[in-house]
Protein backbone atom coordinates (compact mmCIF):
# COMPACT_ATOMS: atom_id res chain seq x y z
CA UNK A 1 0.00 0.00 0.00
CA UNK A 2 1.39 3.31 -0.94
CA UNK A 3 2.03 5.87 1.63
CA UNK A 4 -0.83 8.36 1.30
CA UNK A 5 -0.10 11.82 2.17
CA UNK A 6 -2.03 15.08 2.15
CA UNK A 7 -0.49 15.62 -1.63
CA UNK A 8 -2.38 13.24 -2.49
CA UNK A 9 -5.61 13.74 -0.65
CA UNK A 10 -5.29 17.81 -2.14
CA UNK A 11 -4.47 16.84 -5.21
CA UNK A 12 -6.27 17.94 -8.68
CA UNK A 13 -7.90 15.51 -11.35
CA UNK A 14 -4.92 15.73 -13.36
CA UNK A 15 -2.60 15.07 -10.89
CA UNK A 16 -4.23 12.22 -9.80
CA UNK A 17 -4.63 10.95 -13.33
CA UNK A 18 -1.29 11.14 -13.73
CA UNK A 19 -0.42 9.40 -10.91
CA UNK A 20 -3.03 7.26 -12.13
CA UNK A 21 -1.49 6.52 -15.27
CA UNK A 22 2.08 6.35 -14.23
CA UNK A 23 1.08 3.30 -11.60
CA UNK A 24 2.34 4.61 -8.33
CA UNK A 25 -0.65 4.00 -6.64
CA UNK A 26 -4.07 1.53 -8.61
CA UNK A 27 -7.52 3.00 -8.90
CA UNK A 28 -8.22 0.23 -5.84
CA UNK A 29 -5.47 1.94 -3.68
CA UNK A 30 -6.76 5.23 -4.47
CA UNK A 31 -10.56 4.31 -3.77
CA UNK A 32 -9.74 2.74 -0.72
CA UNK A 33 -7.49 5.58 0.61
CA UNK A 34 -10.13 8.38 0.09
CA UNK A 35 -13.29 6.23 1.12
CA UNK A 36 -11.38 5.69 4.60
CA UNK A 37 -10.69 8.77 4.77
CA UNK A 38 -14.12 9.81 4.03
CA UNK A 39 -15.77 7.31 6.55
CA UNK A 40 -12.97 8.62 9.23
CA UNK A 41 -12.96 12.30 8.58
CA UNK A 42 -16.89 12.35 7.14
CA UNK A 43 -18.52 12.87 10.49
CA UNK A 44 -15.48 14.90 12.01
CA UNK A 45 -17.56 17.99 9.51
CA UNK A 46 -21.06 16.06 9.42
CA UNK A 47 -20.27 15.98 5.84
CA UNK A 48 -21.13 12.29 5.33
CA UNK A 49 -24.51 10.93 4.58
CA UNK A 50 -23.44 7.12 3.17
CA UNK A 51 -20.36 5.52 2.59
CA UNK A 52 -20.37 3.77 0.25
CA UNK A 53 -17.15 1.87 0.33
CA UNK A 54 -17.81 -1.87 -0.72
CA UNK A 55 -19.19 -1.08 -4.32
CA UNK A 56 -16.88 1.35 -4.47
CA UNK A 57 -13.91 -0.43 -4.34
CA UNK A 58 -15.53 -2.99 -6.39
CA UNK A 59 -16.09 -0.80 -9.10
CA UNK A 60 -12.38 0.69 -8.90
CA UNK A 61 -11.48 -3.25 -9.44
CA UNK A 62 -12.96 -2.95 -12.93
CA UNK A 63 -11.59 0.53 -13.16
CA UNK A 64 -7.66 -1.44 -12.90
CA UNK A 65 -8.45 -3.99 -15.10
CA UNK A 66 -9.72 -1.61 -17.55
CA UNK A 67 -6.29 0.53 -17.00
CA UNK A 68 -4.24 -2.64 -17.34
CA UNK A 69 -5.75 -3.25 -20.79
CA UNK A 70 -4.76 0.61 -21.91
CA UNK A 71 -8.45 1.20 -22.15
CA UNK A 72 -8.58 4.99 -20.80
CA UNK A 73 -12.10 6.64 -20.73
CA UNK A 74 -10.70 10.30 -20.03
CA UNK A 75 -9.11 12.23 -16.79
CA UNK A 76 -12.13 11.08 -14.33
CA UNK A 77 -11.05 7.63 -14.43
CA UNK A 78 -10.25 5.68 -11.61
CA UNK A 79 -10.90 9.05 -9.30
CA UNK A 80 -13.30 9.11 -6.40
CA UNK A 81 -16.29 11.55 -5.90
CA UNK A 82 -18.87 12.12 -3.44
CA UNK A 83 -22.36 13.40 -4.33
CA UNK A 84 -24.77 15.45 -2.87
CA UNK A 85 -27.49 12.82 -1.38
CA UNK A 86 -30.01 14.41 -3.62
CA UNK A 87 -28.81 12.16 -6.17
CA UNK A 88 -30.15 8.94 -6.40
CA UNK A 89 -28.10 5.61 -6.44
CA UNK A 90 -30.32 2.48 -7.27
CA UNK A 91 -30.73 0.30 -4.08
CA UNK A 92 -29.09 2.83 -1.81
CA UNK A 93 -30.57 5.28 0.87
CA UNK A 94 -31.27 8.97 -0.20
CA UNK A 95 -32.59 11.13 2.25
CA UNK A 96 -32.81 14.54 0.57
CA UNK A 97 -31.29 15.24 4.19
CA UNK A 98 -34.65 15.38 5.54
CA UNK A 99 -35.80 13.13 8.21
CA UNK A 100 -39.05 12.43 6.52
CA UNK A 101 -37.37 10.71 3.73
CA UNK A 102 -34.30 8.88 5.75
CA UNK A 103 -35.62 5.17 4.23
CA UNK A 104 -36.43 6.35 0.91
CA UNK A 105 -34.63 4.09 -1.72
CA UNK A 106 -34.69 4.86 -5.98
CA UNK A 107 -34.14 1.96 -7.89
CA UNK A 108 -32.66 3.93 -10.52
CA UNK A 109 -29.40 6.01 -11.19
CA UNK A 110 -29.63 10.19 -11.28
CA UNK A 111 -28.20 10.57 -14.91
CA UNK A 112 -25.33 12.64 -13.27
CA UNK A 113 -24.28 9.63 -11.66
CA UNK A 114 -24.76 7.36 -14.88
CA UNK A 115 -21.99 9.19 -16.89
CA UNK A 116 -19.36 9.57 -14.46
CA UNK A 117 -20.06 5.62 -13.94
CA UNK A 118 -19.58 5.68 -17.70
CA UNK A 119 -16.36 7.42 -17.62
CA UNK A 120 -14.47 5.42 -14.74
CA UNK A 121 -14.78 7.91 -11.49
CA UNK A 122 -15.84 6.08 -8.58
CA UNK A 123 -18.72 7.19 -6.21
CA UNK A 124 -17.16 6.99 -3.04
CA UNK A 125 -19.69 8.32 -1.11
CA UNK A 126 -22.92 10.36 0.08
CA UNK A 127 -22.62 13.75 0.74
CA UNK A 128 -24.44 15.41 3.78
CA UNK A 129 -26.68 18.46 2.87
CA UNK A 130 -29.50 21.29 4.28
CA UNK A 131 -32.66 19.57 4.45
CA UNK A 132 -34.73 19.59 1.00
CA UNK A 133 -32.17 21.70 0.03
CA UNK A 134 -33.23 24.72 1.84
CA UNK A 135 -36.83 25.40 -0.31
CA UNK A 136 -38.65 26.70 2.87
CA UNK A 137 -35.96 29.01 3.75
CA UNK A 138 -34.38 27.75 7.28
CA UNK A 139 -32.64 29.90 10.10
CA UNK A 140 -29.79 27.70 10.95
CA UNK A 141 -26.93 25.64 10.07
CA UNK A 142 -28.63 22.59 11.72
CA UNK A 143 -32.01 22.45 9.29
CA UNK A 144 -30.17 18.73 8.24
CA UNK A 145 -30.78 15.79 9.37
CA UNK A 146 -27.35 15.24 9.61
CA UNK A 147 -26.49 17.99 11.80
CA UNK A 148 -24.93 21.37 10.37
CA UNK A 149 -22.75 21.50 8.05
CA UNK A 150 -19.00 22.52 9.67
CA UNK A 151 -16.22 24.52 8.24
CA UNK A 152 -12.76 22.34 7.98
CA UNK A 153 -11.19 25.78 8.12
CA UNK A 154 -12.70 26.10 11.50
CA UNK A 155 -15.45 23.93 13.19
CA UNK A 156 -17.01 26.50 14.90
CA UNK A 157 -18.08 28.12 11.69
CA UNK A 158 -20.45 27.01 8.82
CA UNK A 159 -19.64 24.97 5.62
CA UNK A 160 -22.14 26.56 3.77
CA UNK A 161 -25.81 25.34 2.17
CA UNK A 162 -27.22 23.37 0.77
CA UNK A 163 -24.33 21.38 -0.42
CA UNK A 164 -22.70 21.59 2.76
CA UNK A 165 -21.36 18.01 2.80
CA UNK A 166 -19.80 18.64 -0.98
CA UNK A 167 -17.82 22.27 -0.11
CA UNK A 168 -16.22 20.47 3.13
CA UNK A 169 -15.72 17.21 1.77
CA UNK A 170 -13.76 18.82 -0.86
CA UNK A 171 -12.39 21.22 1.87
CA UNK A 172 -10.83 18.91 3.84
CA UNK A 173 -9.48 16.33 1.48
CA UNK A 174 -11.91 13.76 1.75
CA UNK A 175 -13.30 13.40 -2.10
CA UNK A 176 -11.11 14.75 -4.88
CA UNK A 177 -14.48 16.08 -6.12
CA UNK A 178 -18.02 16.44 -5.28
CA UNK A 179 -21.41 17.26 -7.01
CA UNK A 180 -23.75 20.11 -5.56
CA UNK A 181 -27.12 21.53 -7.16
CA UNK A 182 -28.14 25.16 -6.92
CA UNK A 183 -31.34 26.57 -6.56
CA UNK A 184 -29.97 30.39 -5.62
CA UNK A 185 -26.65 29.96 -3.99
CA UNK A 186 -26.11 26.57 -3.07
CA UNK A 187 -23.05 26.10 -4.91
CA UNK A 188 -21.30 29.05 -4.72
CA UNK A 189 -22.24 29.48 -0.93
CA UNK A 190 -20.42 26.52 0.11
CA UNK A 191 -17.64 26.88 -2.43
CA UNK A 192 -16.96 30.20 -1.01
CA UNK A 193 -16.81 29.79 2.64
CA UNK A 194 -14.86 26.35 2.16
CA UNK A 195 -12.57 27.62 0.14
CA UNK A 196 -13.25 25.37 -2.96
CA UNK A 197 -14.00 26.30 -6.57
CA UNK A 198 -17.41 25.70 -7.49
CA UNK A 199 -19.43 26.08 -10.95
CA UNK A 200 -22.58 26.38 -11.15
CA UNK A 201 -23.55 25.67 -14.52
CA UNK A 202 -26.12 27.23 -17.23
CA UNK A 203 -29.71 26.41 -16.58
CA UNK A 204 -30.14 22.88 -18.29
CA UNK A 205 -26.96 22.73 -19.52
CA UNK A 206 -26.34 19.29 -16.86
CA UNK A 207 -29.43 16.91 -16.73
CA UNK A 208 -31.45 16.82 -13.28
CA UNK A 209 -33.07 13.15 -13.97
CA UNK A 210 -32.98 11.23 -10.37
CA UNK A 211 -32.14 14.46 -8.62
CA UNK A 212 -34.42 15.60 -6.12
CA UNK A 213 -36.78 18.49 -7.41
CA UNK A 214 -36.62 21.53 -5.74
CA UNK A 215 -37.67 24.31 -8.19
CA UNK A 216 -38.14 23.13 -11.99
CA UNK A 217 -37.44 26.54 -13.61
CA UNK A 218 -34.22 26.95 -11.02
CA UNK A 219 -32.71 23.86 -10.26
CA UNK A 220 -29.07 23.02 -11.81
CA UNK A 221 -26.15 20.39 -10.67
CA UNK A 222 -22.72 21.45 -10.85
CA UNK A 223 -19.15 20.46 -9.84
CA UNK A 224 -17.43 21.13 -6.65
CA UNK A 225 -13.67 21.10 -7.54
CA UNK A 226 -9.49 22.41 -6.08
CA UNK A 227 -9.86 24.05 -9.42
CA UNK A 228 -11.43 25.75 -12.30
CA UNK A 229 -9.72 23.44 -14.72
CA UNK A 230 -11.16 20.15 -12.50
CA UNK A 231 -14.64 21.90 -12.89
CA UNK A 232 -14.20 21.86 -16.32
CA UNK A 233 -12.87 18.05 -16.90
CA UNK A 234 -16.36 17.04 -14.57
CA UNK A 235 -18.43 19.33 -16.40
CA UNK A 236 -17.45 18.00 -19.64
CA UNK A 237 -18.89 14.68 -18.46
CA UNK A 238 -21.56 15.50 -16.68
CA UNK A 239 -23.27 18.21 -19.51
CA UNK A 240 -25.36 16.61 -22.21
CA UNK A 241 -28.64 16.59 -23.23
CA UNK A 242 -31.54 14.01 -21.71
CA UNK A 243 -34.39 13.12 -22.68
CA UNK A 244 -35.74 12.61 -19.08
CA UNK A 245 -34.73 16.12 -17.71
CA UNK A 246 -38.25 18.34 -19.45
CA UNK A 247 -35.84 21.15 -18.48
CA UNK A 248 -32.89 19.84 -20.48
CA UNK A 249 -31.32 22.50 -23.07
CA UNK A 250 -30.10 19.14 -25.10
CA UNK A 251 -26.11 21.13 -25.25
CA UNK A 252 -22.89 18.96 -25.01
CA UNK A 253 -19.87 20.97 -23.78
CA UNK A 254 -16.34 20.34 -24.26
CA UNK A 255 -13.67 22.19 -21.96
CA UNK A 256 -11.32 23.72 -24.64
CA UNK A 257 -10.45 26.82 -22.72
CA UNK A 258 -7.15 27.06 -25.27
CA UNK A 259 -9.74 28.42 -27.84
CA UNK A 260 -11.31 30.59 -25.15
CA UNK A 261 -10.53 34.65 -25.76
CA UNK A 262 -7.75 36.21 -24.32
CA UNK A 263 -8.48 37.69 -20.88
CA UNK A 264 -6.98 40.98 -22.17
CA UNK A 265 -9.74 41.29 -24.73
CA UNK A 266 -12.17 40.72 -21.70
CA UNK A 267 -14.76 43.33 -20.32
CA UNK A 268 -15.69 42.53 -16.58
CA UNK A 269 -18.55 44.45 -15.44
CA UNK A 270 -18.13 44.99 -11.22
CA UNK A 271 -19.45 47.39 -9.00
CA UNK A 272 -17.02 48.97 -6.45
CA UNK A 273 -19.20 49.13 -3.57
CA UNK A 274 -19.21 45.44 -3.70
CA UNK A 275 -15.39 45.18 -3.13
CA UNK A 276 -15.54 48.37 -0.26
CA UNK A 277 -18.84 49.18 1.73
CA UNK A 278 -20.69 46.29 1.13
CA UNK A 279 -17.69 43.48 1.71
CA UNK A 280 -17.19 42.95 5.66
CA UNK A 281 -14.12 44.76 6.60
CA UNK A 282 -11.88 41.52 7.59
CA UNK A 283 -12.94 40.67 3.84
CA UNK A 284 -11.97 43.50 2.17
CA UNK A 285 -8.35 43.39 1.62
CA UNK A 286 -8.60 39.73 -0.10
CA UNK A 287 -11.02 41.02 -2.20
CA UNK A 288 -8.63 44.16 -3.32
CA UNK A 289 -6.17 42.02 -3.85
CA UNK A 290 -8.46 39.81 -5.51
CA UNK A 291 -9.22 42.84 -8.22
CA UNK A 292 -6.05 43.13 -8.80
CA UNK A 293 -5.20 39.97 -9.86
CA UNK A 294 -7.72 40.31 -12.30
CA UNK A 295 -6.55 43.40 -13.67
CA UNK A 296 -3.15 41.51 -14.33
CA UNK A 297 -4.92 38.97 -16.62
CA UNK A 298 -5.62 42.41 -19.23
CA UNK A 299 -9.03 42.29 -18.65
CA UNK A 300 -10.21 45.50 -18.72
CA UNK A 301 -12.56 46.41 -15.27
CA UNK A 302 -15.53 48.93 -16.00
CA UNK A 303 -18.17 49.84 -13.59
CA UNK A 304 -21.88 48.15 -13.78
CA UNK A 305 -24.89 47.96 -11.65
CA UNK A 306 -27.62 45.03 -11.74
CA UNK A 307 -30.95 46.53 -12.97
CA UNK A 308 -33.20 47.32 -10.56
CA UNK A 309 -35.55 44.73 -9.83
CA UNK A 310 -37.00 42.85 -6.99
CA UNK A 311 -34.81 39.44 -7.16
CA UNK A 312 -34.88 38.32 -3.63
CA UNK A 313 -38.84 38.74 -4.13
CA UNK A 314 -38.63 36.89 -7.26
CA UNK A 315 -36.66 34.13 -6.24
CA UNK A 316 -38.26 33.16 -2.78
CA UNK A 317 -41.85 33.72 -4.60
CA UNK A 318 -41.13 31.28 -7.45
CA UNK A 319 -39.22 28.26 -5.37
CA UNK A 320 -41.30 28.34 -2.46
CA UNK A 321 -44.54 28.30 -4.74
CA UNK A 322 -42.63 25.11 -7.20
CA UNK A 323 -41.26 23.40 -4.00
CA UNK A 324 -44.62 23.17 -2.27
CA UNK A 325 -46.09 22.16 -5.35
CA UNK A 326 -43.60 19.47 -5.03
CA UNK A 327 -43.83 18.49 -1.44
CA UNK A 328 -47.62 19.20 -1.12
CA UNK A 329 -48.01 15.52 0.02
CA UNK A 330 -45.22 16.04 2.53
CA UNK A 331 -46.85 19.68 3.78
CA UNK A 332 -50.25 18.23 4.10
CA UNK A 333 -49.83 15.01 5.55
CA UNK A 334 -48.42 16.59 8.34
CA UNK A 335 -45.37 15.12 8.00
CA UNK A 336 -43.08 18.20 7.46
CA UNK A 337 -43.14 18.88 10.82
CA UNK A 338 -40.39 15.84 11.20
CA UNK A 339 -38.46 18.84 9.73
CA UNK A 340 -35.04 20.16 11.93
CA UNK A 341 -35.98 23.84 11.13
CA UNK A 342 -38.92 25.44 12.48
CA UNK A 343 -38.67 28.27 9.70
CA UNK A 344 -38.25 26.08 7.05
CA UNK A 345 -41.28 23.80 8.58
CA UNK A 346 -43.40 27.30 8.77
CA UNK A 347 -42.30 28.68 5.49
CA UNK A 348 -43.16 25.27 3.32
CA UNK A 349 -46.57 25.50 5.19
CA UNK A 350 -46.91 29.29 4.66
CA UNK A 351 -45.57 28.60 0.57
CA UNK A 352 -49.05 26.63 0.11
CA UNK A 353 -50.77 29.89 0.11
CA UNK A 354 -48.98 31.50 -2.90
CA UNK A 355 -51.76 32.50 -5.30
CA UNK A 356 -51.25 31.70 -8.90
CA UNK A 357 -51.06 35.18 -9.31
CA UNK A 358 -48.37 35.83 -7.18
CA UNK A 359 -46.35 33.54 -8.95
CA UNK A 360 -47.56 34.06 -12.26
CA UNK A 361 -46.34 37.82 -11.37
CA UNK A 362 -43.06 36.61 -10.35
CA UNK A 363 -42.48 34.81 -13.67
CA UNK A 364 -43.53 37.46 -15.74
CA UNK A 365 -41.28 39.74 -14.14
CA UNK A 366 -38.56 37.01 -14.02
CA UNK A 367 -39.30 37.68 -18.24
CA UNK A 368 -37.95 41.12 -17.75
CA UNK A 369 -34.67 39.82 -15.38
CA UNK A 370 -33.89 37.75 -18.44
CA UNK A 371 -33.75 39.85 -20.80
CA UNK A 372 -32.42 43.21 -19.31
CA UNK A 373 -29.44 40.85 -18.12
CA UNK A 374 -29.06 39.23 -21.64
CA UNK A 375 -28.63 42.66 -22.92
CA UNK A 376 -25.99 43.27 -19.76
CA UNK A 377 -24.06 40.93 -21.42
CA UNK A 378 -24.12 43.23 -24.77
CA UNK A 379 -22.16 46.05 -22.87
CA UNK A 380 -19.62 43.43 -20.84
CA UNK A 381 -18.69 39.80 -21.07
CA UNK A 382 -18.60 38.73 -17.85
CA UNK A 383 -20.02 40.02 -14.28
CA UNK A 384 -17.41 39.94 -10.94
CA UNK A 385 -18.76 40.60 -7.21
CA UNK A 386 -18.01 38.97 -4.67
CA UNK A 387 -19.54 35.27 -3.50
CA UNK A 388 -20.31 36.10 -0.39
CA UNK A 389 -19.15 39.74 1.05
CA UNK A 390 -18.09 38.31 3.94
CA UNK A 391 -16.65 34.38 5.57
CA UNK A 392 -18.56 32.07 7.01
CA UNK A 393 -20.84 32.67 9.88
CA UNK A 394 -20.86 30.82 12.78
CA UNK A 395 -22.38 27.67 12.91
CA UNK A 396 -24.20 29.18 16.24
CA UNK A 397 -25.45 32.12 14.30
CA UNK A 398 -29.18 32.51 12.63
CA UNK A 399 -28.16 32.79 8.80
CA UNK A 400 -31.39 34.83 8.39
CA UNK A 401 -28.99 37.82 8.16
CA UNK A 402 -26.34 36.52 5.32
CA UNK A 403 -27.75 37.93 2.50
CA UNK A 404 -28.24 41.57 2.75
CA UNK A 405 -32.01 42.58 1.40
CA UNK A 406 -31.96 43.17 -2.47
CA UNK A 407 -35.06 45.50 -2.63
CA UNK A 408 -34.12 48.67 -0.72
CA UNK A 409 -29.73 49.25 -0.17
CA UNK A 410 -29.27 52.45 -1.06
CA UNK A 411 -26.29 51.61 -3.51
CA UNK A 412 -27.34 47.95 -4.34
CA UNK A 413 -24.15 47.50 -6.40
CA UNK A 414 -24.08 43.94 -7.27
CA UNK A 415 -25.09 42.26 -3.80
CA UNK A 416 -28.14 40.93 -5.76
CA UNK A 417 -25.79 38.52 -8.28
CA UNK A 418 -27.00 35.33 -7.03
CA UNK A 419 -30.07 35.69 -6.91
CA UNK A 420 -30.47 37.42 -10.04
CA UNK A 421 -27.57 34.88 -11.87
CA UNK A 422 -30.28 31.97 -10.70
CA UNK A 423 -33.23 33.57 -12.38
CA UNK A 424 -31.46 34.19 -15.25
CA UNK A 425 -30.19 30.87 -15.42
CA UNK A 426 -26.89 31.75 -16.46
CA UNK A 427 -23.49 30.39 -14.85
CA UNK A 428 -21.27 31.36 -12.10
CA UNK A 429 -17.66 30.21 -10.55
CA UNK A 430 -16.80 30.54 -7.71
CA UNK A 431 -13.10 31.04 -7.02
CA UNK A 432 -11.16 31.10 -3.85
CA UNK A 433 -9.30 35.07 -3.51
CA UNK A 434 -7.95 34.76 0.21
CA UNK A 435 -8.76 34.64 3.66
CA UNK A 436 -10.32 36.93 6.13
CA UNK A 437 -8.27 35.94 9.42
CA UNK A 438 -8.52 31.61 9.10
CA UNK A 439 -11.92 32.04 6.54
CA UNK A 440 -11.33 31.77 3.11
CA UNK A 441 -13.35 34.25 1.16
CA UNK A 442 -14.29 33.96 -3.02
CA UNK A 443 -15.05 36.05 -6.18
CA UNK A 444 -17.80 34.92 -8.47
CA UNK A 445 -17.29 35.37 -12.21
CA UNK A 446 -20.73 34.87 -13.89
CA UNK A 447 -21.09 34.74 -17.72
CA UNK A 448 -24.04 34.61 -20.22
CA UNK A 449 -25.95 31.20 -21.06
CA UNK A 450 -23.37 28.56 -21.90
CA UNK A 451 -20.62 30.34 -21.24
CA UNK A 452 -18.73 27.92 -19.64
CA UNK A 453 -15.37 28.26 -21.27
CA UNK A 454 -14.81 31.70 -21.04
CA UNK A 455 -15.59 31.61 -17.16
CA UNK A 456 -13.64 28.62 -16.65
CA UNK A 457 -10.57 29.62 -19.03
CA UNK A 458 -10.98 33.04 -17.09
CA UNK A 459 -10.61 31.31 -13.80
CA UNK A 460 -7.84 29.31 -14.81
CA UNK A 461 -5.97 32.20 -15.62
CA UNK A 462 -6.70 33.86 -12.33
CA UNK A 463 -5.41 30.20 -10.51
CA UNK A 464 -2.17 30.54 -12.01
CA UNK A 465 -1.87 33.83 -10.35
CA UNK A 466 -2.85 32.95 -6.84
CA UNK A 467 -2.57 30.01 -4.87
CA UNK A 468 -5.56 30.42 -2.52
CA UNK A 469 -7.22 27.34 -4.35
CA UNK A 470 -4.18 25.28 -3.29
CA UNK A 471 -4.16 26.30 0.37
CA UNK A 472 -4.98 24.06 2.99
CA UNK A 473 -7.24 23.78 6.45
CA UNK A 474 -5.16 22.44 9.16
CA UNK A 475 -6.50 19.09 9.80
CA UNK B 1 -64.38 22.68 0.42
CA UNK B 2 -67.44 24.29 1.85
CA UNK B 3 -68.06 28.18 1.23
CA UNK B 4 -69.55 29.90 3.97
CA UNK B 5 -71.07 33.55 3.76
CA UNK B 6 -68.17 35.05 5.38
CA UNK B 7 -65.52 33.29 2.80
CA UNK B 8 -67.38 34.26 0.08
CA UNK B 9 -67.56 38.13 1.20
CA UNK B 10 -64.06 37.53 1.67
CA UNK B 11 -62.98 36.50 -1.94
CA UNK B 12 -65.56 39.25 -3.34
CA UNK B 13 -63.47 42.08 -1.61
CA UNK B 14 -60.06 40.13 -2.76
CA UNK B 15 -61.14 39.97 -6.41
CA UNK B 16 -62.03 43.60 -6.43
CA UNK B 17 -58.90 44.70 -5.60
CA UNK B 18 -59.38 45.55 -1.74
CA UNK B 19 -57.25 42.84 -0.06
CA UNK B 20 -58.70 40.29 2.13
CA UNK B 21 -55.15 40.33 3.73
CA UNK B 22 -55.67 43.76 4.40
CA UNK B 23 -58.29 43.60 5.58
CA UNK B 24 -57.06 41.74 8.28
CA UNK B 25 -54.13 43.34 8.49
CA UNK B 26 -51.63 41.05 10.80
CA UNK B 27 -50.18 42.51 14.43
CA UNK B 28 -46.47 42.49 13.92
CA UNK B 29 -44.91 39.48 14.39
CA UNK B 30 -42.83 38.37 17.06
CA UNK B 31 -39.66 36.60 15.40
CA UNK B 32 -40.24 33.70 17.98
CA UNK B 33 -43.41 32.63 16.09
CA UNK B 34 -41.98 31.24 12.36
CA UNK B 35 -45.64 30.67 10.94
CA UNK B 36 -46.62 34.24 12.04
CA UNK B 37 -43.36 35.12 10.86
CA UNK B 38 -43.77 32.95 7.24
CA UNK B 39 -46.88 34.35 6.25
CA UNK B 40 -46.03 38.01 6.89
CA UNK B 41 -43.50 37.26 4.52
CA UNK B 42 -45.30 36.06 2.09
CA UNK B 43 -47.58 39.26 2.37
CA UNK B 44 -44.55 41.51 1.66
CA UNK B 45 -43.98 39.55 -1.21
CA UNK B 46 -47.37 39.82 -2.72
CA UNK B 47 -47.20 43.15 -1.96
CA UNK B 48 -44.17 43.77 -3.52
CA UNK B 49 -45.70 42.17 -6.64
CA UNK B 50 -48.74 43.93 -6.89
CA UNK B 51 -46.84 47.53 -6.99
CA UNK B 52 -44.76 46.39 -9.67
CA UNK B 53 -45.91 47.65 -13.24
CA UNK B 54 -45.15 45.48 -16.17
CA UNK B 55 -46.46 45.61 -19.80
CA UNK B 56 -49.61 43.53 -20.54
CA UNK B 57 -47.55 41.53 -22.97
CA UNK B 58 -44.99 40.36 -20.88
CA UNK B 59 -45.40 36.69 -20.41
CA UNK B 60 -44.01 33.97 -17.68
CA UNK B 61 -40.88 33.06 -18.40
CA UNK B 62 -42.20 29.26 -18.92
CA UNK B 63 -40.59 28.72 -22.49
CA UNK B 64 -37.35 28.89 -20.43
CA UNK B 65 -34.19 29.89 -22.77
CA UNK B 66 -31.75 31.64 -20.75
Given at each position: ?47 L ?6 A ?21 Q ?20 A ?6 V ?15 A ?8 I??A ?41 V ?7 T?G??L???AF ?7 P?Y ?9 A ?22 E ?17 Y ?26 P ?14 E ?11 D??YG ?35 L ?16 I ?25 P??K?S ?35 P ?27 K???T ?9 K? | ????R?K ?11 G ?25 N ?21
Amino acid sequence: MPDFTDDIFFATIPELNAKLKAKEFSAVELVRAFARRLEELGPRYNALALPLTAAAIRRAHEVDKELKRDRHRGPLQGIPFGAKDLLSRAGQPTTWGARPYAAQVFDYDATVLQKLDKTGAVLIGKLAMIELAGGGGYHTAAASMFGPGLNPWDRTRWSGGSSSGSGSAVAAGLVPFAIGSETSGSILTPAAFCGITGLRPTYGLVSRHGAMALSWTMDKLGPMCRSAEDCGLVLEVIAGGDAKDPGSAHKSFYYTPQYSRQPKTLRIGYAPVDFTERAEPSARPAFEQALAAIRETGAQLVETKLPDLPYGVLTSTIIVAEACSVFEPLISSGKVDQLADPKQIAGLKAGLEISAKDYLKAMRIRTLVQQKIRRMFGEVDLLLAPSRFGPAPKVSEPLDQLSPEPATPKDPGMSALIPAGNLAGIPALSLPCGFAGNLPVAIQLVGSAFSENMLLAMGKEFQTRTDWHRKRPKM
Amino acid sequence: MKFTRRKLAVAALASAGLGARSMQAPAPTPPEDPNAAAKEQGNKNSETLAKFDLPMSTEPAFQFKP
